[in-house]
């Protein structure tokens, strides 16, 4: 990877494909990183985003539901909508992908730094906000009370 450039793509095998719902359309896909240089590279905060190349399909952009703090990996809950998104749930684990970034802006977790943080959010975009949370947990003397609010459909 070309460190001044997330827009060169990495090469990460698909180490885990986890099914999330009883309708098999939510899942988390837990990437692993090839080489050291690439992960010391990939740089991100909890809220960045990345592009998913699956070769011979095309490339969709997600949020990342790692944390900087989970070294080795990134993880993305992928609802299955399209294309691409249906190529990556037919997947076996072990298959190449390519991840392009990280891309966009992070929560401003400097700024929250001794401050309380509420956490609100619901369904499975939430896995983003899992980023956030298990940050703010492995670095959890910088920051006050840490209160989540989920919401979901069902139980």
Known sequence: MNKDNPFV???MRLEKNFVETSDRNIRTFTLAF??????????????QFAEVLVFGKGESPFGMASSPTE???LKFSVNK???????????????????????GHPYPVESF???????????????????LTVYLLANRGDYGNITIIYGARGP
């Open 9 to 11: 793509p990495i090469i």
């Open 71 to 73: 070294p080795g990996i």
């Open 113 to 131: 730094k001794g401050k309380n943080v509420v956490i609100i959010g619901g369904g499975f975009a939430f896995s983003t906000l899992r980023a």
């Open 34 to 47: 090839q080489n050291q240089a690439d992960e010391a590279a990939f740089r991100y905060l909890p809220g």
């Open 81 to 103: 909508a399209g294309v691409v998104t249906s190529a990556l749930h037919n997947l076996p684990e072990g298959s190449i992908v390519g991840v392009r970034g990280p891309l």
